[in-house]
């Protein structure tokens, strides 16, 4: 699991983790809906990674642009299911997108074929321009 529910609250209230995944209204999480969020994000991101040729599973701990594209992408998910509509404003389309470039560029530019970096790119950290701008 490339991203969890606590690694969440970091970006968004923990009501709205709760609202997001309440289908029935009763003021708690539905049980089985982060599991299959998770699960969504675990093969988007296990896709993306298999598309760029890097090995799979990674093991933990999973490099920043993983971990970035995966809670972004979860952010985005619980968005949308609290009934952001695509072309609303949803505040984490725009980071998803962004991370998912620096993902891409990573791949291109650091992973190794066994999922690692490669030996020059060890101990560079890829360059995030959401980061500022949103202060995170």
Same mark, same amino acid.
């Given at each position: 699991?490339?991203?969890?529910?606590?690694?969440?609250?970091?970006?968004?209230?923990?009501?709205?983790?709760?609202?997001?995944?309440?289908?029935?209204?009763?003021?708690?999480?539905? &049980?089985?809906?982060?599991?299959? !969020? @998770?699960?969504?994000?675990?093969? +988007?991101? %296990?896709?993306?990674?298999?598309?760029?040729? *890097?090995?799979?599973?990674?093991?933990? &701990?999973?490099?920043?642009?993983? !971990? @970035?594209?995966?809670?972004?992408? +979860?952010? %985005?998910?619980?968005?949308?299911?609290?009934? *952001?509509?695509?072309?609303?404003?949803? &505040?984490?389309?725009?980071?998803?997108?962004?991370?998912?470039?620096?993902?891409?560029?990573?791949?291109?530019?650091?992973?190794?074929?066994?999922?690692?970096?490669?030996?020059?790119?060890?101990?560079?950290?890829?360059?995030?321009?959401?980061?500022?701008?949103?202060?995170?």
């Amino acid at each position: 699991m490339y991203v969890a529910q606590t690694d969440l609250l970091a970006f968004i209230p923990s009501q709205f983790l709760i609202d997001a995944m309440d289908d029935n209204g009763d003021g708690v999480a539905d &049980p089985g809906v982060w599991d299959g !969020i @998770s699960a969504d994000v675990d093969i +988007a991101v %296990d896709s993306i990674l298999d598309e760029n040729k *890097v090995v799979l599973p990674l093991v933990p &701990p999973y490099p920043e642009p993983v !971990i @970035s594209v995966a809670r972004f992408m +979860a952010l %985005d998910r619980l968005y949308l299911r609290r009934g *952001v509509q695509p072309g609303e404003h949803n &505040p984490w389309n725009k980071r998803l997108r962004d991370a998912m470039e620096a993902l891409h560029e990573w791949c291109q530019k650091g992973a190794s074929s066994t999922g690692g970096p490669s030996p020059e790119f060890r101990g560079r950290r890829p360059h995030f321009q959401h980061g500022q701008e949103d202060g995170i």
